[in-house]
C-alpha cells in the first residue's frame, strides 16, 4: 500500500460507521434493566440493531438480545437468541487464524466481535437454564455438556489468561446432573467446581458458595439464583507515548514471532527510528457504573436463607482484560507509529510533489493525521446487559404450594426491595428454579 492510499484510507475510516454500542447506548438499556421493563429494553435494543452493533457486532446483538429475553421470561426466544450468538461465535473462532485485511492499520474493532472466552462459556449457561425452566432437563444437560466441552478445551490451551474455567457453570452442571439422577457425573463436575472454586478464591475473590443442606429424601428444594447489578463497561483511554518507549514495547511482542508486529509495515515503521516524538493511543478500561442492591435473602414460612455470590462477572471481567493488557497495549502502539509514519510518508510525498505549502500538502497533513486520530480508539466492546454478580440461595422445602418472599438488600443489609412469587410448587425429591433480575 503507498503512502498517499494509506492516508487516505485512514482519512476515511474517520468517518466509519458506529463500531459497536456507544456510551449512551448501553446507559439507556441499563436505565431499563434497574426499571426492570425488559420489554422497553428489549424494544429499545431492537430499534438500535443497525445503528449500534451493525453486522460486525451481531454476537453482542444476539448475547444482549437473549438475556433480555431470559429475564422476560420468554425462554425459547432467549434460547433462539443465544444459539445464534454461539453460533456466530464458533464460525468466527474456526476464522481467527486469518485475519482480516488492514485490521493493523486501524483498530481492533474493525474486526467482528467474537466474544470473550467467559462470555462464550455464560451463553451456554443461559441456555442452559431456559430449558431448566422451561421443564426440559434433556435439553438442559446437553448445554451443560457443551459447557464441559468448552472448558475443558479452555483448561488445556496454552494461554496465560486466568480464566480458563467456570465455577458456578460446573456447580450448574452438578446440579443438573444430580437432577437427571447421573450421580458420576454429578461428583465429577462437583469436583471440577471445587477445583475452580479454589482459584476464583485467589483470582477473584469469590469463595465456593456453602449451603447447609442435610439430606432429606422427604422434602423438596428450592434454588433461587439472583442476577444482581451491571456488568462494567469498558471505555476507550488515550494516551501520548514517547516513540522509544513504545518501540521498547512492540518489539517484546515482535519477539514473540506475532504475525501484526512482525508484518512489513511494522518493520518499516521501527526502521524509521523516529526520536523525540510521542504518539497517540488508545487502551481499553473497565468502568464499574454502581448499584445499590448488595445482597439478598429468600424466605418461605419458617424457612429463610441469604444468598451467596456464586459468579463475580465483574471481577471476573476485570482480570481477564488485565491478562490482556500487555498484548493489547503493544498493539496498539505497534498500530499507531504505523500510522504515524504513514501519515508522515504521505504528507512528505505531496510536499515533494506540490510545494510544502501547496494547498494539496496541506490538505494531506490535515487528513492523514486526522484518519491516524480518529481510527486510534480502544475496542470497547462487550456483552452489555450481563449482571454484575449471580447470586444463589437453596433451601429445603416441604412438598406443597409455597408463597416465597425475596428481600434485596443494600451493603448495609437495609431492605431495599422485596419481591413475592406465589404458586410455586415443590415437589418430594425434586428441584424447582426461581430467578430474579436486580440492576438497580
Request: charged share 25%; hydrophobic share 40%.
Amino acid at each position: 500500500m503507498t503512502a498517499k492510499r494509506a492516508a487516505l484510507v485512514l482519512a476515511a475510516a474517520a468517518w466509519l460507521p458506529g463500531c459497536g454500542p456507544s456510551h449512551l447506548s448501553k446507559k439507556t438499556l441499563n436505565a431499563h434493566l434497574a426499571a426492570g421493563d425488559f420489554p422497553a429494553a428489549q424494544s429499545y435494543l431492537e430499534s438500535v440493531k443497525e445503528t449500534e452493533y451493525s453486522k460486525k457486532n451481531l454476537v453482542l446483538y444476539y448475547l444482549d438480545l437473549g438475556l433480555l429475553q431470559h429475564h422476560a421470561g420468554k425462554f425459547r426466544e432467549s434460547d433462539a437468541s443465544f444459539e445464534k450468538a454461539e453460533n456466530r461465535m464458533i464460525e468466527l473462532y474456526t476464522k481467527s487464524a486469518t485475519k482480516a485485511a488492514g485490521t493493523m492499520l486501524l483498530n481492533d474493532m474493525t474486526m467482528d466481535y467474537g466474544g470473550e472466552a467467559y462470555e462464550r462459556a455464560l451463553t451456554n449457561v443461559f441456555r442452559a437454564l431456559n430449558f431448566v425452566f422451561l421443564g426440559q432437563p434433556d435439553e438442559a444437560l446437553v448445554e451443560s455438556r457443551k459447557v464441559e466441552v468448552y472448558l475443558d478445551g479452555l483448561s488445556r490451551g496454552k494461554s496465560r489468561r486466568s480464566y480458563k474455567d467456570d465455577a458456578f457453570a460446573r456447580y450448574l452442571d452438578h446440579l443438573l446432573y444430580l437432577d437427571a439422577d447421573k450421580q458420576d457425573d454429578a461428583r465429577v463436575s462437583l469436583e471440577a467446581a471445587d477445583a475452580a472454586y479454589d482459584w476464583y478464591g485467589k483470582a477473584y475473590n469469590t469463595l465456593k458458595p456453602s449451603f447447609d443442606l442435610p439430606p432429606d429424601g422427604e422434602v423438596g428444594e428450592l434454588v433461587f439464583i439472583h442476577y444482581n447489578g451491571v456488568a462494567p463497561r469498558k471505555i476507550s483511554k488515550t494516551f501520548q507515548v514517547a516513540w522509544n518507549e513504545a518501540a521498547l514495547a512492540v518489539n517484546a511482542l515482535k519477539a514473540k514471532n506475532d504475525p501484526e508486529a512482525n508484518s512489513a509495515q511494522f518493520k518499516n515503521a521501527l526502521a524509521a527510528g523516529i526520536t523525540g516524538k510521542a504518539i497517540t493511543v488508545a487502551f481499553p478500561e473497565y468502568v464499574q457504573d454502581p448499584f445499590l442492591v448488595a445482597g439478598s435473602e429468600v424466605r418461605t414460612g419458617e424457612h429463610s436463607a441469604p444468598t451467596q455470590l456464586a459468579e463475580d462477572i465483574s471481577a471476573i471481567a476485570y482480570k481477564d482484560l488485565a491478562d490482556r493488557l500487555g498484548a493489547i497495549r503493544a498493539r496498539a502502539l505497534a498500530r499507531a507509529m504505523i500510522k504515524y509514519i504513514i501519515a508522515q510518508a504521505a504528507t512528505k510525498a505531496a510536499e515533494d510533489k506540490y510545494g510544502k505549502n501547496s494547498g494539496m500538502a496541506i490538505f494531506t497533513k490535515i487528513t492523514s493525521n486526522v484518519g491516524a486520530a480518529a481510527t486510534e480508539v480502544a475496542d470497547t466492546r462487550g456483552w452489555t446487559t450481563l449482571p454484575s454478580q449471580i447470586r444463589m440461595a437453596r433451601l429445603r422445602l416441604a412438598p406443597g404450594v409455597h408463597e416465597v418472599a425475596v428481600e434485596f438488600q443494600n451493603a448495609a443489609g437495609q431492605p431495599v426491595l422485596t419481591e413475592r412469587f406465589k404458586g410455586v410448587r415443590i415437589q418430594k425429591g425434586r428441584r424447582t428454579y426461581l430467578s430474579f433480575r436486580t440492576a438497580r
